[in-house]
């Protein structure tokens, strides 16, 4: 949850919120940003700096009149260890065998966007695709939690700690609006080319499929996460 412009972020700080992460003007000479700054130092709270174009473009409010200079995170530690990611409840993202920076960005951002608590990543990528697919994610990795991780381990663990483990793969009985997406559970979108390993959806508590009537007979990667995550935000706010 982001708290948005000083005045918000203010209100944050004085009723105890769970803040654990600012974004502020590189360079502000804002006095209310500054001591807003101080405040988190003093609290051990991250501070990032960002651009006026970045914390724009991540500002809730955004118009163009209106130029917030300092943004919190709320609820959400992105440093969050996997033990303190499964003691938490909520929603967690595996992306099982995905291979492109790009699509796994987009998936990154998604997951964020959507109030995911963690991502967890299951590719062999060296180091310079996992930077690319930080870029892809238009920096929103910032701000949640990633882990690249053994598949079938985390799935394991996740069932362990309380999760419904749902895949989403073409041979499922369920689409995800005759789902329920709420309490804790783990969400898997495959691969681009082989989906979800056999071993993982035999884990799997239940299978979701997303209807598809044209004639190219599959979805890109992020398409079905974003799908999915936006009905499980639905049910979560009714």
């Given at each position: 949850?982001?708290?948005?412009?000083?005045?918000?972020?203010?209100?944050?700080?004085?009723?105890?919120?769970?803040?654990?992460?600012?974004?502020?003007?590189?360079?502000?000479?804002?006095?209310?940003v500054?001591?807003?700054?101080?405040?988190?130092?003093?609290?051990?709270?991250?501070?990032?700096?960002g651009?006026?174009?970045?914390?724009?473009?991540?500002?809730?409010?955004?118009?163009?009149?209106?130029?917030?200079?300092?943004?919190?995170?709320?609820?959400?530690?992105?440093?969050?260890?996997?033990?303190?990611?499964?003691?938490?409840?909520?929603?967690?993202?595996?992306?099982?065998?995905?291979?492109?920076?790009?699509?796994?960005?987009?998936?990154?951002?998604t997951?964020?966007?959507?109030?995911a608590?963690?991502?967890f990543?299951?590719?062999?990528?060296?180091?310079?695709?996992?930077?690319?697919?930080?870029?892809?994610?238009?920096?929103?990795?910032?701000?949640?939690?990633?882990?690249?991780?053994?598949?079938?381990?985390?799935?394991?663990?996740?069932?362990?700690?309380?999760?419904?483990?749902?895949s989403?793969?073409?041979?499922?009985?369920?689409?995800?609006?005759?789902?329920?997406?709420?309490?804790?559970?783990?969400?898997?979108?495959?691969?681009?080319?082989?989906?979800?390993?056999?071993?993982?959806?035999?884990?799997?508590?239940?299978?979701?499929r997303?209807?598809?009537?044209?004639?190219?007979?599959?979805?890109?990667?992020?398409?079905?996460?974003?799908?999915?995550?936006?009905?499980?935000?639905?049910?979560?706010?009714?």
């Amino acid at each position: 949850m982001q708290r948005c412009g000083a005045q918000e972020v203010s209100e944050a700080f004085s009723n105890n919120e769970e803040i654990t992460l600012i974004l502020a003007l590189k360079d502000s000479k804002d006095p209310e940003v500054l001591r807003l700054i101080d405040i988190a130092k003093n609290k051990s709270i991250p501070v990032k700096e960002g651009s006026e174009r970045d914390i724009w473009r991540m500002a809730r409010d955004n118009k163009f009149d209106t130029k917030p200079q300092i943004l919190a995170l709320v609820g959400r530690n992105p440093n969050a260890s996997i033990d303190e990611i499964l003691e938490s409840d909520g929603i967690i993202w595996l992306l099982a065998g995905a291979k492109y920076p790009v699509n796994i960005g987009f998936t990154i951002r998604t997951a964020e966007v959507s109030g995911a608590n963690a991502v967890f990543i299951d590719s062999e990528l060296n180091s310079n695709d996992r930077k690319g697919a930080k870029r892809a994610s238009m920096k929103s990795h910032r701000f949640i939690p990633l882990h690249w991780v053994d598949g079938i381990s985390i799935v394991d663990r996740a069932k362990l700690s309380g999760f419904r483990i749902i895949s989403i793969e073409d041979i499922g009985s369920k689409t995800p609006w005759e789902a329920d997406l709420t309490g804790k559970i783990m969400l898997i979108i495959g691969g681009e080319r082989e989906g979800i390993s056999k071993s993982i959806l035999e884990k799997s508590d239940e299978i979701l499929r997303i209807p598809m009537t044209g004639f190219v007979p599959s979805f890109n990667l992020q398409a079905p996460m974003a799908i999915v995550a936006a009905e499980a935000q639905r049910q979560r706010m009714s």
